[in-house]
């Protein structure tokens, strides 16, 4: 479903970080688009002039062109404005991102033939190391507002003493340079892109207990690693392992060794099933492969083909929830994990 506020920058003729911006005369596609967002209803359409009789000189068109631009812009911040921070009874304007699309014309790879590739490729990969890089997308919601989509970017990097360092930061790499929602202090607000929403030092700490120990790397020590990181006591179905993945992602970034006994395990779970190809909202392509046995959400899992590493895990609504403004096909949360 489509994104009302995308709708709204891809119909802003003059975008911020267009070239002639404030600079000059629109070019014609941008003077067409113009035209199109401003016209009349049909009835009173304004009618063009034939190309070569509306070429007035550039001194005697700037001005009121731009005018007319800034007009068009305002109209379309304020209506996005309206629209993401109104009352219960608005539309909300960033509901939540797009699901991914699978590409229905490639051949799904199964999660055992991924397996494989991840154990041939274990040997000379990258190593294990304590900490992460991942960026996230989480859908807020609350009975008084309309729900919104909050991405973060997080990296946990851990020094040699046991120290480690947290920054949060407020940016989504599908809009760069645009502001960011954020819900920091308990209010949606806009913020800049890559404004600093957490800096800190941890002092030193050790722990032999999952996820803070390191994490094994043959299928059956990882499992119960991954068991007692999730403290389940009983096996784990196919969406706790899911979560205890992500959870081992979250503080680990993963060698190739640890990366095959995840995809090893996966390959085991019960439910997942290859659909194909898929581009993650980082621009990387992978695997998908989906679970719907969790009633009201869908779980998908993007890995890479080439050598099994976990990319990213996406939760959509598969039932609408009209009491939070949910539709069905919205993303609840999406994690994009890089090495």
Known sequence: MADELEILRRADPVPPDGPRYADGPLDPRAEHRLHLLLREPPAR?????????????????????????????????????????????????????????????????????????????????????????????????????PPITLPLERIVRWKADARHTELVVATDPRHAGRPVLTDENGSPRLVDDGEVLVRRTYPPSWSDAPPEAPPPHDRAGLLAYLTEAAHEQGPLDTPRLLDAVGLLLDNWTLGARESAAVAGLLSEARGLRPVGRVTDRLGRAGQAYVYDGTTGVRRMLIMSADDGAVLGMETTYTAPQPEYGVRTGDVMEYSAWMR
Do not use: C, F, Y
Request: hydrophobic share 45%.
């Open 45 to 145: 359409r304004l009618r063009l002039p034939a190309k070569s009789a509306r070429r007035p000189s550039t001194a005697g068109r700037r001005g009121p062109r731009l005018l007319w631009s800034a007009v068009a812009l305002t109209v379309v911040v304020a209506t996005a404005l309206a629209l993401l921070l109104g009352g219960p009874s608005a539309t909300p304007a960033i509901a939540a991102p797009r699901p991914l699309v699978v590409r229905t014309d490639t051949t799904p790879v199964g999660l055992a033939v991924l397996a494989a590739r991840a154990e041939n490729a274990a040997d000379g990969g990258p190593t294990l190391r304590k900490g992460t890089h991942v960026q996230t997308w989480s859908l807020g919601m609350s009975d008084d507002k």
